[in-house]
């Protein structure tokens, strides 16, 4: 096998992996939060206390993956054209 061949074999297993990934689990933990759904943050004395609901998940701690975005914008415009 030569380097071309090798390369998108790799590129091949990697790209039905990730829609495998999408598939079984289409939410993954928030990467602004960590999961959590609030943002922490440290008062002067140094406690840990909750900061304010993340914005970027809306407190949830979840978000959709981007390959499983697509994926439902691709349905909803091949359900919307077929009707």
């Known amino acids: 096998m030569n380097l071309p061949e090798l390369a998108s074999a790799l590129l091949l297993v990697v790209t039905v992996g990730y829609i495998g990934v999408c598939?079984?689990?289409?939410?993954?933990?928030?990467?602004?939060?960590?999961?959590?759904?609030?943002?922490?943050?440290?008062?002067?004395?140094g406690k840990v206390r909750r900061g304010k609901v993340c914005r970027r998940c809306g407190g949830h701690g979840i978000r959709i993956r981007r390959g499983r975005h697509l994926y439902n914008a691709w349905r909803r415009t091949h359900t919307r054209g077929t009707r």
């Open 23 to 45: 598939a079984a689990q289409p939410f993954a933990r928030c990467r602004k939060c960590d999961g959590i759904g609030h943002l922490i943050k440290t008062n002067r004395r």
